[in-house]
């Protein structure tokens, strides 16, 4: 049975082309900024790890930002994480990134104007056929208006995936301050400018990558529903046509 969503999600046709476009190497997304003679190219599709999700449970956040580390130091509650509505299946996933090159000139300085177009997390390799926005626990969809996406916020211009079920501890590194600077984090470095946290005891991981400003949160579903990808992308085309 062909799935059938709320149009209230669906991605409008600029949305749904760069979701589309960001994973296909070779393929133009734009030109360069005052130079309309240089396109914006993909590429490659790097993959960045894969990660561990036994929960099915995904939070597709920041993994941590000002107020919260703030309130971290202070022993104060801090906010809950942006927990999916939907679930997948328990799992081990690919983490990818879709890399473009852009050259440009700044005061007679060459830049390559190498930037991530976006990160994915592929559940399945079967086609998608319709793109929604992932609306998060607790997220009204009735509230939700015409010219706006959900998305998380980021001060540090970062996002990450992670299981769920092991947010506290996966999350712990980024949160760890003394006298108000960061202590160095026992993290793995990642290709990407990437991080990846393990929680060997729950067998669950997150992954840190690059989400400037936040990021809007993108299911991929196939034609009986299924989600097959999810993706994040900032700086795109709109939702909506």
């Given at each position: 049975?062909?799935?059938?969503?709320?149009?209230?999600?669906?991605?409008?046709?600029?949305?749904?082309?760069?979701?589309?476009?960001?994973?296909?190497?070779?393929?133009?997304?734009?030109?360069?900024?005052?130079?309309?003679?240089?396109?914006?190219?993909?590429?490659?599709?790097?993959?960045?790890?894969?990660?561990?999700?036994?929960?099915?449970?995904?939070?597709?956040?920041?993994?941590?930002?000002?107020?919260?580390?703030?309130?971290?130091?202070?022993?104060?509650?801090?906010?809950?994480?942006?927990?999916?509505?939907?679930?997948?299946?328990?799992?081990?996933?690919?983490?990818?990134?879709?890399?473009?090159?852009?050259?440009?000139?700044?005061?007679?300085?060459?830049?390559?104007?190498?930037?991530?177009?976006?990160?994915?997390?592929?559940?399945?390799?079967?086609?998608v056929i319709v793109w929604e926005m992932?609306?998060?626990?607790?997220?009204?969809?009735?509230?939700?208006?015409?010219?706006?996406?959900?998305?998380?916020?980021?001060?540090?211009?970062?996002?990450?995936?992670?299981?769920?079920?092991?947010?506290?501890?996966?999350?712990?590194?980024?949160?760890?301050?003394?006298?108000?600077?960061?202590?160095?984090?026992?993290?793995?470095?990642?290709?990407?400018?990437?991080?990846?946290?393990?929680?060997?005891?729950?067998?669950?991981d997150l992954v840190m990558f690059m989400?400037?400003?936040?990021?809007?949160?993108?299911?991929g579903r196939t034609k009986t529903g299924?989600?097959?990808?999810?993706?994040?992308?900032?700086?795109?085309?709109?939702?909506?046509?």
């Amino acid at each position: 049975m062909k799935w059938v969503g709320d149009a209230r999600l669906a991605a409008g046709p600029e949305a749904a082309w760069y979701l589309e476009t960001a994973f296909t190497p070779g393929a133009h997304l734009g030109t360069v900024h005052d130079d309309p003679t240089t396109p914006i190219v993909v590429t490659e599709i790097e993959e960045v790890t894969t990660m561990r999700i036994p929960s099915g449970r995904l939070v597709v956040d920041a993994p941590f930002d000002d107020d919260d580390v703030s309130r971290y130091e202070q022993g104060l509650p801090t906010r809950p994480p942006r927990e999916l509505a939907v679930s997948i299946p328990p799992g081990v996933y690919r983490v990818e990134i879709a890399w473009t090159a852009g050259p440009y000139e700044f005061f007679g300085e060459h830049f390559d104007g190498v930037e991530c177009a976006a990160t994915r997390l592929c559940i399945s390799d079967d086609p998608v056929i319709v793109w929604e926005m992932g609306l998060g626990v607790g997220d009204d969809i009735e509230r939700l208006q015409p010219d706006k996406e959900p998305r998380f916020c980021s001060d540090a211009n970062v996002g990450c995936f992670a299981d769920a079920g092991a947010w506290t501890t996966l999350s712990a590194p980024f949160r760890a301050f003394k006298d108000g600077s960061p202590v160095p984090r026992e993290t793995e470095r990642l290709p990407g400018w990437c991080e990846r946290v393990r929680d060997e005891s729950q067998q669950a991981d997150l992954v840190m990558f690059m989400a400037e400003s936040g990021g809007v949160v993108w299911l991929g579903r196939t034609k009986t529903g299924d989600v097959a990808t999810i993706v994040v992308t900032s700086g795109m085309p709109g939702a909506k046509a």
